[in-house]
């Protein structure tokens, strides 16, 4: 008997993340002792494939990895939490991808991310996988690959299209009218509006309202909770509490949990706030998808 086709499809970045604990970010010219490094799967596709299946969607994902240990360690880790790995290829004679992330005493960091295999993430690999785009309920996207790979995703998927604009860049109209629900945080929003980060909630409401293409823009907040602006008008969903470790992965985590409530049908209100519980767990542990939570710890916290 087949396995269930997968209801979320992942198109994006796999990177080896190198973290160092630094007592605060260094300036130009700086060097900063850090406390002790590790490693962890990561980018920002692969993260919000493992978010949706921890909680419990079947998900499969569409990327590239060199041909290397760091990308087998990074095929290997995404089969591991389920996630259908077929269409990830390993490439000859190309790095896996990697980020170099520093995180303060606050729980803030910084990344520089070095994409390898991710910027040959193509069209063709796209067309190699209309199968899975096409009958998925939700595919999710975002920016750590090429955009013309991006925009040939949204343009293959049969269900709804989640792009999560990370790195901020402008993007085409053409691909924004593709996209169902953008979820960008308020430095990205700046960026797509060619202006200043808006100040409060108003202010990235009226801009958010005015990018043409998506059916809703999701701001995400940090702490704060969560933006939804449609049509009809604007929602502020607040933050959860919670002790900041590493805020790392809150963004991928709350895409994951969009994706899964968005299959589960949920109302666009509910999904979010299912999204902000989720990102809020994330970011109490160490690490991207180590910190990544369950559908029964979200659960938990919602009750």
Do not use: Y
């Amino acid at each position: 008997m087949s396995e269930p086709a997968p209801s979320v499809a992942v198109v994006g970045s796999l990177n080896l993340d190198l973290v160092v604990p630094v007592p605060h970010h260094p300036r130009p010219g700086e060097t900063v002792l850090g406390s002790d490094h590790f490693s962890n799967p990561g980018g920002k596709g692969a993260n919000q494939a493992v978010a949706a299946a921890r909680l419990g969607q079947r998900v499969g994902m569409v990327g590239c990895v060199g041909d290397d240990d760091a990308g087998t360690d990074l095929r290997s880790s995404l089969a591991a939490e389920g996630v259908d790995v077929e269409r990830v290829v390993a490439l000859d004679h190309v790095p896996t991808g990697i980020a170099l992330i520093s995180v303060d005493r606050a729980g803030e960091n910084t990344i520089i991310v070095s994409p390898g295999a991710n910027a040959r993430v193509d069209v063709e690999a796209v067309e190699n996988a209309r199968d899975l785009l096409g009958s998925a309920d939700v595919t999710l996207l975002q920016l750590e690959i090429p955009v013309e790979t991006v925009a040939a995703a949204a343009d293959a998927s049969g269900g709804t299209v989640v792009l999560n604009p990370a790195p901020g860049r402008p993007l085409p109209g053409e691909l924004l009218a593709q996209v169902d629900v953008l979820v960008p945080n308020l430095g990205e929003l700046a960026v797509l509006s060619g202006g200043e980060a808006p100040d409060d909630l108003d202010a990235a409401a009226s801009v958010a309202s005015d990018i043409d293409g998506p059916d809703a823009v999701v701001v995400t907040l940090g702490p704060e909770g969560a933006l939804v602006v449609t049509q009809d008008g604007s929602l502020h969903v607040p933050g959860v509490e919670v002790k900041v470790v590493d805020t790392t992965a809150a963004g991928d985590s709350f895409c994951g949990a969009l994706a899964d409530a968005l299959v589960r049908g949920l109302e666009l209100e509910h999904a979010v706030r299912w999204a902000v519980t989720a990102a809020a767990l994330t970011v109490t542990g160490k690490g991207a998808q180590p910190s990544l939570p369950t559908r029964a710890e979200v659960e938990d916290l919602t009750t």
